[in-house]
């Protein structure tokens, strides 16, 4: 992609269940946008990457997830300009099954009980949870 685009991409590999449940791979995602966050506000007397200093413009950053890559809570980072947010193929729900996984709940691919399995929430947590429910009331 960056080969196409005038543009600098960070990709973020974050901790992978079954050994790690949530909320891990969302602290990997916070620690990657906090160095950023970082390096957009450092100058050339702190630690920033003297190659960042020259090519970014962190006026203008997208943050893309794909699958349950993006979440950003709380974040503090107004020494970016967060200009957008791509969500590719996005992994949420709620208890109440959506439209597509009863579409497909006998996929030869991916089976409902196959999709089921994906969800590796922290015990005791059902699908109501903020973390694959980002839109229920508790997250409002």
């Given at each position: ?82 200009v957008?947010l ?9 208890v109440?099954?959506t ?42």
């Amino acid at each position: 992609m960056s080969a196409h685009l005038p543009a600098l991409i960070a990709f973020v590999e974050y901790s992978l269940a079954p050994e790690h449940r949530l909320p891990a791979a969302y602290q990997d995602a916070m620690d990657a946008i906090a160095w950023a966050r970082d390096q957009a506000a450092a100058d050339s007397a702190v630690a920033v990457d003297p190659w960042l200093e020259e090519l970014a413009d962190f006026s203008k950053v997208f943050l893309m997830g794909i699958s349950a890559g993006l979440r950003l809570l709380d974040q503090d980072v107004r020494s970016m300009k967060i200009v957008g947010l791509i969500m590719n193929q996005p992994f949420l729900g709620g208890v109440r099954r959506t439209g597509s996984e009863l579409k497909y709940y006998n996929d030869r691919v991916i089976p409902l009980h196959g999709a089921d399995l994906f969800w590796v929430l922290p015990h005791g947590a059902d699908r109501a949870h903020e973390y694959s429910n980002p839109l229920s009331d508790g997250c409002r």
